[in-house]
């Protein structure tokens, strides 16, 4: 149990193009999700925070207008990379949780997608 | 500023042995603390989650747990090559963040 997906695992586009990221819980309803982003040879960077029909937190320095969260459905959290740029280029991951309280606030995590941006 | 602590490694580790790994916490009033294991490219896989002072065993892997210390441990028994990883603590704070540590790269020696 607790699998999480996302799609696709791996995209190229050119630059001032944007690209949809799914992040599904297949197993599992999703009270939260996060979008994290991780560059080479460094740590998980949390960019937001999703709840189901809320509007997400984002982190500080984290572009609300470039990286659009929404959070449809207790399984499905999708993040678009509007008008991507090289720079952007990055290991986005996703994971969900059931609920906040113990036992329910693991975070499972999705397999990644690996943008990069001509 | 809440932190979490590892040691960056790498540890090696020979086959069979016990590996240990450490973590320590900043904020005291953490309740919910979970150990990662991200192989090389991959995105995290949970291995254990603790929430009480005390020892907690799946399979190979025992996670300690000491509140009054603030400090988290991960035993590996039996560690394998496909051990070899790094792994990650992390504890989550008010707002159902995970705070992370840097990461412990493990290396497990045939």
């Known amino acids: 149990g607790a699998v999480v997906s996302q799609h696709p695992s791996r995209v190229i586009c050119k630059s001032g193009t944007s690209v949809k990221i799914e992040c599904r819980s297949l197993d599992f309803q999703a009270t939260t999700m996060f979008w994290y982003r991780q560059f080479p040879k460094q740590s998980l960077m949390l960019m937001a925070t999703s709840n189901e029909g809320s509007k997400a937190t984002y982190e500080q320095g984290v572009e609300k207008d470039k990286f659009l969260i929404n959070h449809a459905s207790l399984t499905l959290s999708t993040l678009t990379v509007t008008s991507a740029h090289p720079e952007d280029s990055s290991f986005y991951i996703c994971?969900?949780?059931?609920?906040?309280?113990?036992?329910?606030?693991?975070?499972?995590f999705g397999p990644g997608t690996r943008l990069t941006v001509l | 500023q809440k932190e979490v602590e590892q040691n960056s490694g790498p540890l090696s580790v020979p086959e069979g042995a016990i590996a240990s790994l450490n973590c320590t916490y900043s904020d005291r009033v953490s309740q919910s603390f979970f150990w990662y294991r991200q192989y090389s490219g991959k995105s995290p896989e949970l291995i254990m989650s603790i929430y009480s002072n005390g020892d907690k065993e799946d399979g190979r892997f025992t996670a300690q747990l000491n509140k009054a210390s603030q400090y988290v441990s991960l035993l590996i028994r039996d560690s394998q090559p496909s051990d070899s990883a790094t792994y990650l603590c992390?504890?989550?704070?008010?707002?159902?963040?995970?705070?992370w540590g840097a990461g412990t790269k493990l290396i497990i020696k045939p």
């Open positions: 994971s969900a949780m059931r609920g906040p309280q113990p036992a329910y606030n693991e975070q499972f």
């Open positions: 992390a504890v989550m704070d008010s707002n159902y963040q995970l705070i």
